[in-house]
């Protein structure tokens, strides 16, 4: 090999390696909410790449009660290279340390869903290039933030084409008295029509055949395992299509440190087609 095209394979080495170790950026943003009259931060995690000029699809990742925007950057290692692997951007809202991600009925200084499903989503697409429909958009958490995610997509079909949970709250009914669903709803003995009608496996009749992609994520050893059988039963009864996953672990960080690549995996097949 001549000094020439040496010196000039070298170059191209060294501009091959700055490229595949280029790492995503991850941004703290603030957008202010109209509904809920003030500002509230979140997590942006930018895929390498990014400036190439095309648009990418962004999955938005719900964290749990008594959780905040900062837990999944903080408490994953590696969610960062996921945003490059997956080349998507993964927005990490702030959901209120209980707000169950509803409008409350209870208490009008709670408005997640609002702020979710339109208002965060209209700022993310207007701040970076991203997919401007549902065919680039998807939702997921763990937790609180596992019924938030399917919550927020069965009532907002137009927005999300792709939604997941991890170790899901995805019927409520069972814990009246916990993680302040009383305080957003109402108590379950005063206003049961909210509990029955604000509750996931309530909800199945919203889903139009084909229309939503769903995936079901959840540990044999969690207290919400019971009732995640109960939705995959469902969704089968009701001949909805949707992944299914079970298997030892219980409601960790360590569960959920695992489970979200599969969640992310599933929602980059649904942005390619598959």
Known sequence: MNIAIKAAFSVLLAASITLNTKA????????????????????VIIPAG???????????????????YANWITKVKGLDSAADRYQCLIVCPDGGIGSWYWDSPSDPSWKYETYISSELVSSIDSKYRTIKSKKGRAITGLSMGGHGALYLALRHPDVFGAAGSMSGGVDIRPFPKNWDMAARLGAY??????????????????????????????????????????????????????????????????????????????????????
């Open 24 to 43: 995503a950026d991850v941004d703290t943003i603030t957008t202010y909410s109209n509904a809920m009259k003030k500002s509230i931060k979140s997590v």
């Open 189 to 274: 003995a005063e206003f049961p029509e909210r509990w029955e009608k604000n509750t996931v496996i309530n909800m199945l009749h919203l889903v139009v055949p084909g229309s939503l992609a769903l995936i079901i994520d959840c540990g044999t050893e969690d207290f919400f395992y019971s009732v995640n059988e109960a939705l995959h039963k469902q969704l089968l009864y009701r001949n909805i299509r949707h992944d299914y996953i079970t298997r030892p672990g219980a409601h960790n960080w360590e569960y959920w440190s695992n489970a979200v690549h599969y969640q992310l995996l599933f929602m980059q097949r649904f942005f390619n087609g598959g």
């Open 50 to 68: 990014y400036n190439s000029g095309k648009e990418f699809p962004v999955v938005y990742l719900l964290h749990g009660y008594g959780g905040n």
